[in-house]
């Protein structure tokens, strides 16, 4: 991704305020970082558009992060419909019968733990990558834990910001 302008990023840049809305909610689910990247329209670069993000995502209080998690189904689980999902969790569409089982019990166990669903920019990964983070991720403090969301939770908005300023839409 070059940080130059795009078709697609003029196209966003120009969306009436309910279609950026919605389109910005479709990279996550923080109606407070959606808001965020709305008022700095238009954004020059898509380059900038990631910056903004990144600023926008530090910001978030614990209740936005809560928000924009609740947006994301428990890996092993995209959401029925939902193209973004199945696409992201690609990783565990060919596990085993056993490692989904695994993945279930562990995804439970860490939201027992703290709280709200383990989150990982899946993108690129196999279920087992997936599978062995949840493991290692689970005995982390929730301080830890929350730095790690928040740092996945921006590669995972970087890379829904540059499909919806790449994507031909016309």
Known sequence: ?????????????????SAATAALHEVCASSAWGSKLLAQRPHPTVEALFL????????????????????????GRPKPGDPTSS?????????SEELKAEMLELNLAYQ????????????GATGEQMRDAVKARIGNTPEREREIVRAELGKINRIRLARLVEEDND
């Not at 991704?1 to 305020?17: K, Q």
């Not at 924009?68 to 428990?74: D, F, L, S, T």
């Not at 733990?113 to 899946?122: D, N, Y």
Request: aromatic share 4%.
């Open 52 to 75: 903004a993000s990144d600023a926008a995502l530090a910001e978030l209080t614990e209740q936005d992060l809560a928000e924009a998690m609740a947006g994301h189904p428990p890996i």
């Open 1 to 17: 991704m070059t940080s130059s302008s795009t078709p697609g990023l003029a196209r966003f840049n120009t969306l009436d305020g």
């Open 112 to 123: 027992d733990t703290f709280g709200h669903v383990f989150l990982i920019c899946a993108t």
């Open 87 to 95: 696409r992201e969790q690609r990783g565990m569409a060919g596990a």
